[in-house]
Each structure stands twice: as C-alpha cells, then as structure tokens.
C-alpha cells in the first residue's frame, strides 16, 4: 500500500528540523510533526519573568501545562524546578538559545578509551569518531550560519574552512578575561556563535540587543532550525509542518515502522510513511518509543546534561558595556589533560551572556545583602554594570541509573504515562565540576574582580537540564544502546533518532553544533538507496 508520506519527523529542533528539511530537498514528502505552535517575535515577547531563562511565572516557548513530568518523586510542571525543559515550538530551543555552536573534542568521543570507566559509570566511547563527524561540522556551521575564527580554535584539527562569519566584536567583559587570562598564561578564543556577526543567507547581522539567551531574536539574526533548513524544507513544497501535533505512538511489528498516531488537540490521527525520525529531545524521544513498546532496557537510560559549574565576581569599575549576545570569550586550557589532578575530562569556561536585572538579582546577589527593601534595590542600581561570572559545562560521566521511564501513576492530557525523571549524575562529574570552579574563580581573580564567591557543586544530582542527552545512545552493539552508528534503531529498518539523545558522552561543551552535524549525518545516510517519489 502506499503511504501518506516518504518520511514523519517528530520534533523540529536541530535535529529533527534539520532531518526533515534536507530530505524534502532531496525529493522527499515528508510530515514535520511539532507539539508547539509557531509564533511571532511578538508573541514569544519580552517578558522578563516568563521566558525560557527564568520561567517564574510561566515561559514563552513552551510546553506547556499538558505536559507534566515527575521528577524525583513528585510532580512537576515544564516551568518547575527539574522539569528539565526544552523549548516546544517551531525550531525546538534553537528559537531561542544562546546559540553557543561548538563542535566537540576529539577525546569527548573517546572518553572510556582514554581514562577508563569509573565504577558505577556506564561512560563507553562513540561508534564514531571527531574524524567521521569533521566534514557535518563544516556543512553545519555553513549551512546554518556560524560566526568564529578557525585559527583560534587551539584544541581541535586545522578545520579545512574557515567559519562563514567572523566573531562577534569582542565586549569590554571579554576584553578583561582575555588581560586575566594573559597574565595567567591561558589561551582564550572568540565564542563560536549560530548568530549572524555580518549579514548572511540573506538575514541580517546581529544588532546586538539585551535579549538574545531565552527570547526569540527580533531581527532574525539567530541561526536555528526554523529559520534555515525548516525554511528551505517549505520551498520545495514536499515539507508539510503540522503544529500542535502530539506524537503518542509509533506504530510496527517488530521490525519495521508503520506510521505514528498523533493528536491536534483531542482529535486523533493516524499517519504512514516509509521511514520515520524520532526527534523530540532526549527525555521526550525516550518517553515515546517506551509508550510505543520500541527498543531494550537501553531506552531511557544514560540520561545527561551539563552541570555548570563557575563563579560570579564585583569588579570595582563598570565590566558590562550593554552589547549583547555578551559572551565573546572562553578558554578550553582544562577541556581534557588533567588526568595529573586525578580527573576524568574537563570542560570549557567562558563569559556569560548578559543577563536580566531580575536574573542577574536572582544569580549574581553578594553573600549578606538582603533579599528586598531599599538596601536591596540600592545595591543592584550600584552594581549591576560591575556584575560578571565565569561558568562553563563540564563533562558529564553517565550513569546508567540517570533515566526515564513512564511513570505509573501521573498521566499526560491524553491519559498517557508522563515521563519520569530519576537517578543523578556520577560523583566523578562533581569532582570535575569542583576542579573546574577552581580555575573560574582563578581566572576572575587575575581578571581584576574585588570580590568572587560561589561554590563548587558537592552532591551528584540529575543533570539534564536544556542540553539532554544520552538515552537513546549510539552503540555497535545491539545490546550496549538503542541505534547504531547511523541513527538507525537496533532492529528496525526504518526507524531512526536524531536528537541529542543518541549521543554516548555529551562533550565538556554546549551540544547543539553536534546536534545539527549528526542530522546532517543522519540526512546524508537515508538518502543512500532511497527510492524517491516523483
């Protein structure tokens, strides 16, 4: 019989928007299947206590209260605390990221190989490695759009292209962690941005405002799904975007997918297609092939983030001169080498962007000064502008307790089991974390700052947080992980993932540039033999 389309993608993120825009240019029909909706600049809007960086009351790109989880035990709603959110609407986060774009080191692929595997860890190396993913990186920076500087990137193999664009102009904050960093004897490097620096791929360059991390860019400088490949899917008129759609079940016999029932609101549908991607983010994707009886004792498992660890610093004069994105400036000198110090991986450390009054009241405030009143108020009029923090991610070290599974109790709007979020992170990602806030603080006091406080992180906890990852993850091995090297589910013909939840170890950097390089991977293989209709 013939199906109602040549692909389903489920979830329009740097995955699965990506996925499905390249196969649409490749001739194929496919359905891009998206729970949220696809608002305007203004309707994402400019609230600052409901965005996707401090959701207080609420945020503006979703999900929303349809979608519970348990987290720990009790239940949460997607702006709680361990919800571990990401974005539900059209482009997935990449609306409204900071768009860090960062290809991983080529010993974030090795990890089990290089230190061995701690006790009670479940760390194993990639099918793949940096080699295999170099030229994705390359078409990804290219075709999405990523301003940096090739010969800067100290830590990884000379890049055969340079970055389409240069890197943003670097901010006062920047400057004096680069002075700091000099006099410590550290190298630093300009930031690798999915953000337009000069006009490119017919958008405009950045205009540098104070609401780019967590808001929707109002020039549509920011580089995601939705604005390059999603849009290039739509040209061709083979890509057909269904928004609200919740995916709830795929449907197949063991080997081969069917087609997926999803719903608009209380309406069913059911839909067939030759070939389907599963790409709504790790903790969603898991959920959805458990609910679908799909895959081992794998899915779900291996659930990763990032802990950030850093410090936040006064400086006597004015640090922060106003020009957004904010970050310019990191250093990967601890990324890997530190096995001296007993430690397994690294992480990179970089300025942050600017930040909200509210957040940075809520993040930056000194130990002792008060919570509210006129001293309060006072102090942050006083301060704000001298406010800055060094932070970066670290290098999670899985354990194969960090998972999801379908709670037995708390059911979605549409009486399925919501997600349920348990376990934490191995004590060695603490250990990283505690060595990493070390050199932070290290490097804000050798950057001028009068006072630095915040401590390292002491107790494992679970670390999904908006970088997720790791519990559909790749493996040779049938019985080691969910896919193989290709995307491609153990046992399946035709049934794939290409999310962030197919990667085994989740890099000491933000995920997202590797997100997007392996859909472009993943693109790249399902259009080997397809037979494509006309």
Known sequence: MRCDYDVIVIGSGAGGGTVAGLLAEAGRRVLLLERGGEPGFEEVGRDHLRNQRLS???????????????????????????????????GGGT??????????????????????IPDGSSLADWPLDYAELAPFYEQAEHEIGVCGQASAMWHLPEYKRDYPMPPMAVTKQGATYRKGAEALGWRTLPVPLAINSTEYLGRPACTRCQHCVGFACPVDAK???????????????????????????????????????????DEAKTVTAEQIVVAAGAIESARLLQLSGIGNDQVGRHLQGHVYVGATALFDGEIWDGLGPGVTTATTEWSHGNQSEGIIGGGMLADEFILLPIIAWKRYRAPGVPTWGKEAKDWLRQNYRKLSDIKGPVQDIPSPDARITLDPIVKDRWGLPVARLSGATHPETIRTGQFLQKKAVEWLQASGAKQVWGGPPTTPYLSGGQHQAGTCRMSDDP??????????VHGFENLFVGDGSVHVTNGGFNPVLTIFALAFRLAAHMNVGSSLRS
């Open 95 to 116: 609306r409204v990221y900071g768009a860090q774009a960062w290809r991983f080191h080529p010993l974030d692929f090795k990890m089990a190989s290089t230190y061995g």
């Open 479 to 488: 019985t080691a992980g969910v896919v193989d090297r290709n995307g491609r």
């Open 223 to 265: 580089n995601g799904s939705q604005n390059t490949l999603i849009a290039r899917g739509k040209l061709t008129g083979r890509l057909f975007l269904q928004t609200g759609a919740m995916a709830t079940k795929i449907h197949h016999d063991g080997k081969r997918a069917s087609g997926v029932t999803y719903f608009i609101g």
């Open 56 to 90: 207080h009351y609420g945020h503006n790109a979703g999900p929303d209260s349809d979608h519970p989880r348990v987290a720990q035990n009790r239940t949460v709603a997607p702006w709680d605390g361990g919800y571990h959110a990401n974005a539900a609407i059209v």
